[in-house]
């Protein structure tokens, strides 16, 4: 059972424009978000995070979302750069217990020159 | 260090040979996790360290898999007699732990090829 789901695989964005990454979740316990970003042949590397008591944060050119009832969140990036291509994996933690981190199966970012 | 070493950065094995793989993590992060990451797919949870202690063992596919943390810095991930599903990459992370969100620093990952 997938607790944390992205269901595009892939996603193609002129650069300039916006790319608007959607992330699912089902655990109700789940109280803290993360994006992370991965190049090839490296590990993920954290982009950018939201507690469950915010619906928004904004670093630089990233946008976080969260709708709590709808148990859902986005990753916007304006404007999106050559360099933003990548997976990119939505991830999700309980931090009543510890650190655990439970990740999707991640999207695919092409952006366009 | 800097940041997470893992060595091998990549291992091919025979079906039925044991590997061991390691994981330096960031100097004084109390957590240390190991995850799984097949192609196509996301990391898959494998184990949890706090210090030297295994608090979370419950993504370990089998009792083929067996992690180690004996002084609470280094870590080893062993897989015996490998079969050909173990192929993946094995991803080790740290963070600071304690009360609160924290975020998981990775490391490149230890690529495994089971022929």
């Known amino acids: 059972d997938q607790q944390v789901k992205q269901n595009s695989p892939s996603l193609s964005v002129q650069e300039g424009r916006i790319s608007i990454l959607n992330c699912d979740y089902t655990?109700?316990?789940?109280?803290?978000f993360l994006w992370y970003k991965k190049y090839p042949a490296e590990g993920p590397t954290f982009l950018i995070s939201?507690?469950?008591?915010?619906d928004k944060n904004e670093d630089g050119r990233f946008t976080v979302f969260l709708n709590k009832s709808a148990k859902h969140l986005s990753l916007h990036i304006v404007p999106s750069q050559p360099g933003d291509s990548a997976v990119y994996f939505c991830?999700?933690?309980?931090?009543?217990?510890?650190?655990?981190?439970?990740f999707g199966p991640g999207t695919s970012l092409s952006v366009i020159p | 260090g800097a940041g997470v070493s893992q060595s091998p950065r990549y291992k091919v094995a025979k079906r039925g040979q044991d590997v061991a793989l390691r994981c330096d993590p960031i100097?004084?992060?109390?957590?240390l996790f190991w995850y799984q990451q097949a192609l196509g797919q996301g990391p898959e949870f494998l184990t949890y360290?706090?210090?030297?202690?295994?608090?979370?063992k419950s993504g370990l596919p089998s009792d083929r898999f067996f992690a180690e943390r004996p002084e609470g810095s280094v870590s080893t991930l062993k897989i015996q007699r490998t079969q050909q599903e173990d192929s993946a990459v094995y991803l080790c992370?740290?963070?600071?732990?304690?009360?609160?969100?924290?975020?998981?620093?990775f490391g490149a990952g230890s690529r495994l090829t089971v022929l």
């Open positions: 992370a740290s963070s600071r732990g304690g009360a609160g969100a924290n975020v998981l620093t």
């Open positions: 655990n109700s316990m789940f109280d803290y």
């Open positions: 939201i507690s469950s008591i915010k």
């Open positions: 991830a999700a933690s309980a931090t009543t217990s510890y650190d655990k981190v439970i």
């Open positions: 100097s004084g992060h109390v957590s």
């Open positions: 360290f706090q210090n030297e202690a295994q608090l979370d």
